[in-house]
């Protein structure tokens, strides 16, 4: 049985920075891209980073240059280092690969 369980949001203030991490269990780590997606309140989610089983990295324009998305395999965890935070990126963050889907962990970055 896949799961995915995300950690690592909070509070920062603008131009800070967090650590957002997404442990996988299941025969699913090495089989497939992981993903960061984001929702933000009255507003569609949106795919904010991919990483592919190869290591090749992909995001959103928002937030090229600031944020950074990395897998360990040895520990089956995907990271997202968001540095130069802004209030647009408040959202719950959910990682994501294939069909499953994690709870989200919320991001709230303050002016």
């Known amino acids: 049985q896949v799961q995915l369980v995300e950690s690592g949001g909070g509070l920062v203030q603008a131009g800070g920075s967090l650590r957002l991490s997404c442990a996988a269990s299941g025969n699913i780590f090495s089989r497939a891209a992981m993903n960061w997606y984001r929702q933000a309140p009255g507003k569609q989610r949106e795919l904010v980073a991919t990483i592919t089983t190869g290591g090749s990295t992909s995001y959103a324009g928002s937030v090229e240059g600031r944020f950074t998305i990395s897998r360990d395999n040895a520990k089956k965890m995907v990271n997202l280092q968001m540095n130069s935070l802004k209030p647009e990126d408040t959202a719950v963050y959910y990682c994501?690969?294939?069909?499953?889907w994690g709870q989200g962990t919320q991001v709230t970055v303050s002016s």
């Open positions: 994501n690969a294939l069909l499953w």
